[in-house]
């Protein structure tokens, strides 16, 4: 199976200042339709995960433009412009381009 | 609103077995692939099992095939795990998801969760 490694696993961040998490993959997401299956989830303590990115870069219905995602082939980054105390949580990368689709392990976000 | 709302976990033996279920509302239940995915206490997160929107293709997780069968009944927009012969590696929330389509893999919402304990 293609192995999603993420940095860091815990990010200490203050209030209103940036964070970015990295995740690599051990293939490239380049789908055979042009497309890269990168996805990013959010998980705030004691919820179910809910997807914030898709597709390496487009945000989810909702989901604040503090969050961004980038990246391309195998390394890939999501970015909170300004971190808020409701961002509190473990944010996974999930790739859906080989079978059967594999997550990071999780990078623990809290407040400094 | 699209909704998914499990139910049907709990404290079991090892070598036992339990049914896990999902009521999906909001949307148009059979028009979607569905899958079941894990998560370990304190672990992160692991797909279990998906089935086709008329239930012909079913796929599975080396881990439990043999052992899980998924499935799901259009009618009462609902979503089912049988899970037999459970393992104390099997401990986990068990969350019911949407996928956006069988393959690539991709998972737009998912449920609250259940919480499935395999212990003596």
Redesign the interface.
């Known amino acids: 199976d293609v192995v999603m490694t993420q940095s860091p696993l815990s990010l200490p961040v203050t209030l209103g200042q940036p964070a970015s998490i990295s995740c690599r993959s051990s293939q490239s997401l380049v789908?055979s339709d042009g497309?890269t299956?990168l996805?990013w989830?959010q998980q705030r303590p004691g919820?179910?995960?809910?997807?914030l990115i898709?597709k390496v870069s487009n945000r989810?219905s909702g989901v604040p433009d503090r969050f961004s995602g980038s990246g391309s082939g195998t390394d890939f980054t999501l970015k909170i412009s300004r971190v808020e105390a409701e961002d509190v949580g473990v944010y996974?990368c999930?790739?859906?381009?080989h079978?059967?689709?594999t997550?990071?392990?999780?990078t623990k976000v809290e407040i400094k | 609103e699209v909704q998914l709302v499990e139910s049907g976990g709990g404290l079991v033996q090892p070598g036992g077995s339990l049914r896990l279920s999902c009521a999906a509302s909001g949307f148009t239940f059979s028009s979607y692939w569905m899958s079941w995915v894990r998560q370990a206490p304190g672990k992160g997160l692991e797909w279990v099992a998906n089935i086709k929107q008329d239930g012909s293709e079913k796929y599975y997780v080396d881990s439990v095939k043999g052992r899980f069968t998924i499935s799901r009944d259009n009618a009462k927009n609902s979503l089912y795990l049988q899970m037999n012969s459970l393992r104390a590696e099997d401990t986990a929330v068990y969350y019911c998801a949407r996928e956006v389509s069988g393959y690539p893999r991709d998972f737009d919402y998912w449920g609250q969760g259940t919480l499935v304990t395999v212990s003596s």
């Open positions: 789908y497309n299956y996805n989830f919820q179910s995960p809910r997807r898709y989810d996974y999930m790739q859906g381009t079978w059967p689709g997550f990071g392990q999780g």
